[in-house]
Structures are given as structure tokens and as C-alpha cells.
């Protein structure tokens, strides 16, 4: 089944403005969608991303939004929706670090991080979710990390959000899968983005069994499979992609 109004699947990818965002976006532009790139103030990385969806085959539009803002997420998910017909995958992406040990954290470093990595998931799968129960299909990746699952010295924010998306993601994967949806978390390890840029990366290496950062679009051909029929059985499940950390 594909979009009415523009013969193929649609995708709406937040944080699609650079790194794990805008590969995730070529990726699934090879595979047929019609991408929505979602971005917050980077416009310029947004129209990037979306020449890069044109140079790949596909075709799409950019959409201005804050994830962490709950009514201004519903609006433009309402808008896209109205525009597409349907949303039929949604990468959750968007994500930010805001590191510092957590005894000295400041409260707005804590809820910077948990609004936008898992309020943000709560704000974009809703209303994209009541949309794919009434038509009975869709599919929902959230983006994770190695750090909302073993935990990471610096990070007692970051972790507690991408743990948090993953709990949501397993229990929604739950609700939803008699419907006819796929709820999956892909877990990233150390890879090749502006969040590990200041990081020691040769010290890094020492402690992944593949000696070697990963690439955004080893992570993005995961979230493809996800979204694809290949996947028609998987649901529920975290795939971690980090080089045999664990």
C-alpha cells in the first residue's frame, strides 16, 4: 500500500539536518519514500539532507519544527499528514547531549536532554500513531544508544532518556502489534558525528572489539531493514549497532 497523493511511502525523520539523521534519510530514499526532513534551526543542513534525498532518487520537503514542543508538533504532524495522506515510517532521531557529572548538573541540562530525546518521542509518535492505527500499518524506529543501556560516566541524562525511549518503544511495540505496526530501537555505539567530535577517539578504539568508530550509514542500513518487509516479523526489539561493545 503507498501514499495517495504521491504513488509511494512517506517517512518523516526528525533531527534530519546532519549526521545519523540525514543518512537515515538517503537510506530510506533508496528504498522508495518520499522523506520528510524534520529539523529545528538548522536550515541549511536540512536543505542538505534533502538534495542528498534528490540525489538518491526520491524526492521530499523540509518541515520546521521543535520536537519537545508539544503543540507545535502536533501542528506539523497534523500539516504533514494532511499534505501525504499518511506518515508510513517515522525515525525518531532527534537527540542532543548536555554531558557533566550529574552531582553538578543544572536542572536545565536535565530537561533540555529528556524533553527532546523522550518527551520528544511522547510529542511525534502520538499523533503519527493514531494515524497508522486507523489504517492499520506503519512503522516507528527510534534512535537510542549504547548509553541507555549499559550507562556512561557523564551522561546520567542522556542514558536516562535513550533507557527511557527504549521502555516507551517496547511497551508501544506491545500495544500496537495486532494492528498491523512495527515499534524497533536501533542502539548506536561511538560513530562518526558532531557528538563525538572533542572525544579522545583513539582511546575510544581500545574499548570496541572492532577497533573502529562507526559510520552513520551502518546505523541508517538498520533503520532501512526496520522500515522494509524484510522486517515484517520484527518488532519490538533493539538492535545495537557498536562495534561488539557488549
Known amino acids: 500500500?503507498?501514499?495517495?497523493?504521491?504513488?509511494?511511502?512517506?517517512?518523516?525523520?526528525?533531527?534530519a539536518s546532519k549526521g545519523i539523521g540525514q543518512a537515515i534519510c538517503v537510506e530510506l530514499a533508496k528504498a522508495g519514500y518520499r522523506i520528510v526532513v524534520n529539523y529545528k534551526s538548522d536550515e541549511m543542513g536540512a536543505a542538505k539532507t534533502l538534495e542528498m534525498v534528490r540525489e538518491a532518487g526520491s524526492n521530499g520537503n523540509m518541515v520546521k519544527f521543535d520536537v519537545s514542543n508539544f503543540n507545535e508538533t502536533e501542528a506539523a504532524v497534523d500539516a504533514i499528514l494532511k499534505q501525504n495522506g499518511s506518515i508510513d515510517a517515522l525515525v525518531n532521531n532527534a537527540g542532543i547531549t548536555a554531558d557533566g557529572l550529574f552531582i553538578m548538573m543544572p536542572r536545565?541540562?536535565?530537561?533540555?536532554?529528556?524533553?527532546?530525546?523522550?518527551?520528544?518521542?511522547?510529542?511525534?509518535?502520538?499523533?503519527?500513531?493514531?494515524?497508522?492505527?486507523?489504517l492499520k500499518r506503519g512503522?516507528?524506529?527510534?534512535?537510542?544508544?549504547?548509553?541507555?543501556?549499559?550507562?556512561?560516566r557523564g551522561q546520567a541524562n542522556y542514558s536516562a532518556a535513550k533507557a527511557g525511549l527504549i521502555g516507551a518503544s517496547r511497551?508501544?511495540?506491545?500495544?500496537?502489534?495486532?494492528?498491523?505496526?512495527?515499534?524497533?530501537?536501533?542502539?548506536?555505539?561511538?560513530?562518526?558525528?558532531?557528538?563525538?567530535?572533542?572525544?579522545?577517539?583513539?582511546?575510544?578504539?581500545?574499548?570496541i572489539p572492532m577497533a573502529r568508530i562507526g559510520k552513520?550509514?551502518?546505523?541508517?542500513?538498520?533503520?532501512?531493514?526496520?522500515?522494509?518487509?524484510?522486517?515484517?516479523?520484527?518488532t519490538g526489539q533493539v538492535i545495537s549497532v557498536n562495534g561488539g561493545m557488549f
Open 1 to 15: 500500500m503507498v501514499n495517495e497523493a504521491h504513488g509511494k511511502k512517506v517517512a518523516l525523520v526528525t533531527g
Open 108 to 134: 536545565r541540562d536535565w530537561d533540555a536532554v529528556i524533553d527532546i530525546s523522550l518527551s520528544g518521542f511522547y510529542n511525534v509518535t502520538k499523533p503519527v500513531l493514531e494515524k497508522m492505527i486507523r
Open 139 to 152: 512503522t516507528v524506529v527510534s534512535i537510542a544508544s549504547v548509553a541507555g543501556l549499559l550507562g556512561n
Open 171 to 207: 511497551s508501544v511495540a506491545a500495544e500496537v502489534a495486532r494492528l498491523g505496526i512495527r515499534v524497533n530501537v536501533v542502539a548506536p555505539g561511538l560513530i562518526e558525528t558532531d557528538m563525538i567530535k572533542d572525544a579522545p577517539v583513539e582511546n575510544i578504539k581500545t574499548i
Open 216 to 234: 552513520p550509514q551502518e546505523v541508517a542500513r538498520v533503520v532501512r531493514f526496520l522500515c522494509s518487509r524484510d522486517a515484517s516479523y520484527v
